[in-house]
């Protein structure tokens, strides 16, 4: 039974224990590159890894992959930290490649001194060609068979910046026939004269990821390194990597593979989202109408819903695309269970209940969230007055129209079932309010008879003095194509929805007033929604997270 709800990362690890590997020797790693935010591909990969670790109550480490300074920055690594907390996850420890420049550089003494690797004086353009093509084997470079003690020394002068960028690099000395091209003597070490995040100036040859990865998974002694496909093929570097310094008392780390999860409607990639931060398609990493985790937070998503989504697209050993709507489905149910119902109009159409007595106080009852465990309430004013959705009246409608119509009867909901009498237009000819009656007895929850009379329609509404003018920003798909860069000939922000954000002023109950930024509710009948960080004392902002149903199926 258990084997069956396996899946193939899971059943790697159990073949392992059932060979002979120790329990208590598991350890995983997350490695983000700080070279941006993560966003809901590293989903997966945080779920996966942090996942097998809550599993197997085994540690793991967030690893900063950071061996590239001219594209990682701290504030990426603070942004990284605080979305993997945000999701709920624990690490072990912080771990940067970068602690280990001085260890991978003394094993790249070993090696040369093995006869492992060599400086190589060529332009890179030059080591390029000589790679060859799969088919026919590389050309060695002329500099492959420098004494180990010229190596040794140009090595060391490389590192005490005795060169310039692109002067030298270091190469493993592999296989120049190989049929895996990753395998034709691999650049271990580049010249870059870039101060580092971390390291500042203390060095300007930096290792390759390759060399890097590893060795950084053997350092913290990473039993299980799980990464995307398309590092299947450096499997094999990334063991030789290995070989060459493992101590067989030490646990000899596993590089496996699972698909990168793509989704519909946007990218994931940090190097395509860096683009649309610096070319102001969107207004930061945290716009809500980026993939991004602290995007889809800012939006109104919980990190439930971000994890159920990733949990129920699992792992899989073939990249393909998922629908963006499934994300969404996810947003939809955790807030089902915990947003607080409330009533905002969106639209306003004026509604003057003319038998209703006027400056009266009246406050109902409404149920904050028919989910909870026990049921809690709050009061509601209403009063003559009140706004109603425009598209909620029609002044002539056939049957199948369950909301208001003239000579028709709805519920208010939590209140009284109204009659539309007349329809009062402006010189366009336009509907500017409606003119409705009550019937004093029908109030919900009187327990009268009339209160109990059913009516087809309920409708959501605002007491207009009561009500609280807010700003509502409405969101649609960040891109008209599901796979935006899947064009070769065409940049994918050519494809960027030019409407993907609409604002409006909304009207909600006075019982929001005191909502704080993060705070998620469901407009009923409309979807969710939460407050913006731009919220100040004057004004309140909605995000809308997502709709009520999905509209998009149609
Ligand atoms: P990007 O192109 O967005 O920079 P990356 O793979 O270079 O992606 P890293 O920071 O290196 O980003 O990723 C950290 C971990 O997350 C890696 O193990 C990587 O394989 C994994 N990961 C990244 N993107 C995805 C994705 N779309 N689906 C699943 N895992 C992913
Ligand atoms: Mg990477
Ligand atoms: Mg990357």
């Excluded at 060599?118 to 088919?135: F, H, L, M, R, W």
């Excluded at 991004?292 to 800012?298: A, D, E, K, V």
């Excluded at 499934?326 to 969106?346: G, Y």
């Excluded at 409608?397 to 369950?402: S, W």
């Amino acid at each position: 039974e258990e084997a069956k709800s396996l899946n193939f990362i899971e059943h790697i690890i159990e073949d392992d224990l059932k060979e002979g590997f120790n329990k208590e020797g598991l350890r995983f790693r997350f490695p983000p590159e700080p070279n941006g935010y993560l966003h809901i591909g590293h989903a997966s990969s945080i779920c996966l890894n942090f996942g097998l670790g809550e599993k197997y109550n085994a540690p793991v480490n967030l690893r900063f992959d950071d061996t590239n300074p001219a594209k990682e920055e701290q504030a990426f690594v603070d942004a990284i930290k605080r979305d993997v907390e945000w999701l709920g996850y624990k690490w072990d420890e912080v771990r940067y490649a970068s602690d280990y420049f001085q260890q991978l550089y003394d094993w790249a003494l070993v090696l040369i001194k093995k006869g492992k690797a060599y400086v190589d004086s060529q332009p890179s353009e030059k080591i390029a060609e000589q790679k060859g093509t799969p088919n026919t084997p590389g050309t060695e470079s002329p500099y492959r068979n420098r004494s180990v003690e010229e190596n040794l020394s140009l090595f060391e002068q490389m590192k005490n910046g005795d060169f310039k960028e692109g002067e030298h690099v270091l190469r493993a000395k592999i296989d120049m026939a190989s049929s895996n091209m990753l395998m034709r003597d691999p650049v271990m070490y580049r010249i870059l004269h870039k101060a580092h995040h971390r390291t500042n100036t203390d060095w300007c040859i930096y290792p390759m990821y390759d060399w890097t990865h590893g060795e950084s998974d053997y350092i913290e002694q990473v039993s299980h390194s799980f990464c995307t496909l398309e590092f299947a093929m450096h499997r094999e570097l990334y063991n030789w990597f290995l070989e060459q310094v493992y101590d067989p008392n030490k646990v000899k780390p596993k590089q496996r593979e699972f698909a990168r999860r793509n989704l519909s409607h946007t990218v994931v990639s940090k190097r395509k989202l860096l683009r649309l931060v610096e070319e102001g398609v969107v207004k930061g990493w945290d716009d809500p109408r980026m993939p991004t985790i602290s995007g889809l937070r800012r939006r109104g998503y919980t990190p439930d819903s971000i994890k159920n989504f990733a949990k129920t697209i699992g792992i899989a050993k073939r990249d393909n695309l998922i629908d963006v709507s499934l994300l969404e489905f996810h947003a939809r149910e955790d807030l089902n269970k915990k947003a607080p119902r409330i009533m905002a109009v969106l639209n306003p159409l004026k509604v003057v209940i003319t038998n209703y007595p006027e400056n009266t106080d009246e406050y109902l009852e409404a149920e904050n969230n028919p989910e909870e465990d026990v049921l809690t309430y709050r009061k509601v004013p209403f009063s003559r007055e009140i706004y109603i959705e425009q598209e909620d009246f029609r002044e002539e409608a056939n049957r199948k129209f369950f909301r208001l119509k003239l000579g028709g009867e709805v519920r208010l909901k939590n209140a009284y079932i109204i009659k539309a009498e007349k329809a009062v237009k402006d010189d366009q000819g336009n509907i500017v309010e409606v003119h409705c009656t009550y019937d004093p007895l029908s109030k919900s929850g009187s327990g009268t008879p009339e209160s109990q009379r059913k009516v087809k329609g309920t409708l959501h509404w605002v007491s207009i003095p009561h009500a609280k003018e807010v700003e509502v920003r409405e969101y649609d798909r960040l891109f008209t194509e599901a796979e935006p860069d899947r064009h070769k000939e065409k940049d994918f922000l050519e494809f960027v929805n030019p409407d993907s954000l609409r604002i409006v002023k909304g009207y909600v109950e006075p019982s929001v007033e005191t909502a704080k930024e993060g705070d998620h509710f469901q407009f009923q009948r409309i979807g969710y929604f939460n407050v913006d960080r731009d919220t100040t004392h004057e004004k309140l902002v909605f995000n809308k997270t997502v709709g009520l149903r999905d509209t998009w199926a149609k």
